[in-house]
């Protein structure tokens, strides 16, 4: 890479680390936002007219944006290497599909839509919430299941008991299971109660012991699950920049592993001066 290369990328590197040039994009991302917000009431034809023309440019400034961006990194395929860099190269360029005089006018305006999500990958406590719970997922995923299972036998036993009582409501698995949702929301769930309590007065216990499982042990296990997630990704992010506890932790073992290795470059080469005065 030449010397006048270096020197522009130093500058293009100095222009996207500015706070300035930060804000702005947040700015222009938030007007953004206003103006597809305004696309859905009714306004004049002067007034379209303006929308599309701060359309155009703020297209335009988020692909200046992006290539600056770009031109920043000191190999192009560093840039594609980071998730939400790959997400905001995508949502820019389909940007750049034309809304009017095309086939996919629809699916062009769905698109910008998508440029709100670009706060996301330029605020950093964003990004580490978004990627805590895309991490969480997983782990989730269990909870849900064995949720469900608590669904799936309490359904079964609510319509079995109660579907004399209130067919509508325990009709058959499926049904039940979608009242027992409603319950579990606490969505006029004593009326569902009083009901079945009139023919079975002791179904109270069948209720209480479903909120309980549902609404207090499964929903802090999923709290639970993305708070440790969180707490994963933010020490990760500290450890990058070199940040709280985490980053002076990491900072220290990093500096004692090179001094191990300086240690052990030392006495190799005190053991060769030693052999070499023996000879």
């Not at 290539?67 to 594609?80: G, P």
């Not at 940040?243 to 004692?256: C, M, N």
Request: proline share 2%; net charge negative.
């Amino acid at each position: 890479m030449g010397v006048d290369a270096i020197g522009w990328r130093a500058r293009f590197l100095a222009i996207r680390s500015n706070k300035i040039f930060e804000w702005s994009v947040i700015s222009i991302i938030i007007l953004s936002a206003m103006m597809i917000g305004a696309t859905t009431y009714d306004i004049s034809p002067g007034g379209m007219t303006v929308l599309k023309f701060f359309d155009i440019a703020v297209t335009v400034f988020f692909l200046i944006e992006l290539l600056i961006r770009m031109a920043a990194e000191e190999r192009l395929k560093d840039f594609f290497k980071k998730g939400w860099n790959i997400f905001d190269f995508l949502v820019v360029t389909a940007s750049l599909i034309p809304v009017d005089e095309s086939e996919m006018v629809l699916l062009a305006r769905l698109l910008r839509i998508f440029r709100v999500l670009r706060l996301v990958s330029m605020i950093p406590e964003l990004r580490i919430l978004m990627d805590a719970l895309v991490k969480a997922i997983p782990r989730i995923a269990y909870v849900v299941v064995l949720m469900f299972i608590i669904f799936y036998i309490y359904g079964a036993i609510g319509s079995f008991w109660f579907e004399k009582i209130n067919p509508v409501l325990w009709g058959d698995i499926t049904i039940a299971m979608l009242t027992l949702f409603r319950v579990a929301t606490f969505e006029d769930w004593t009326d569902v109660m009083y009901e079945t309590m009139e023919v079975y007065p002791f179904s109270w216990i069948f209720y209480l012991t479903f909120i309980f499982l549902t609404a207090f042990v499964f929903l802090n296990m999923m709290i639970g699950v993305v708070l440790d997630v969180m707490q994963q990704e933010h020490e990760k992010y500290n450890r990058e920049q070199g940040e709280g506890e985490a980053g002076e932790v990491h900072w220290i073992k990093e500096h004692t592993a090179e001094i191990e290795q300086r240690l052990e470059r030392m006495e190799v080469l005190l053991q060769q001066v030693a052999e070499n005065k023996v000879r």
